[in-house]
C-alpha cells in the first residue's frame, strides 16, 4: 500500500515522501515551516496528483530531465524530483505517482532527520 511519509529536518521544516506500493520513495516535497502546511500539500497531491498539469517536466543544465510538481493555479512549487537518465524514466515515475497517490495513507507518525 502506497504511503505519506511526513519528517522533519535539520532546520525544522517539514518534508513528505510518497512511498509506492513496492516501498520505493517515488516523490519527496519541498520544505514547509508548518506540519499543517505539509498535511495541507499532502491532500493537494492526492487531490491533483492525477492532472498531467501539475508536472512541469524540465531538464538540468546537464541535460537530465526531472519534473516539478505545482499547485496548477498558484504555480507553487510543492516537489521537485531527482534528476532521471532519460525522459520515458521520468515518466514511469510520473505514472507511478499518478497511480498510487490518490489512495495513498498518511503516517501518523512524525520522523526525524
Do not use: W
Not at 501539475?54 to 507553487?76: C, W
Not at 525522459?87 to 499518478?98: C, N
Amino acid at each position: 500500500m502506497a504511503l505519506f511519509k511526513i519528517f522533519v529536518d535539520k532546520k525544522g521544516l517539514y518534508h513528505f515522501l510518497l512511498k509506492s506500493d513496492s516501498k520505493h520513495i517515488v516523490f519527496i516535497s519541498v520544505g514547509f515551516s508548518t506540519k499543517t502546511n505539509c498535511l495541507k500539500h499532502i491532500q493537494t497531491v492526492k487531490r491533483n496528483s492525477v492532472n498531467d498539469q501539475a508536472y512541469s517536466r524540465l531538464k538540468s543544465n546537464y541535460g537530465n530531465p526531472y519534473f516539478k510538481f505545482r499547485k496548477i493555479r498558484t504555480d507553487e512549487t510543492i516537489g521537485i524530483s531527482e534528476l532521471f537518465l532519460n525522459r520515458s524514466v521520468m515518466e514511469r515515475k510520473i505514472q507511478e505517482i499518478k497511480q498510487t497517490a490518490v489512495n495513498a495513507h498518511i503516517d501518523k507518525l512524525t520522523y526525524t532527520i
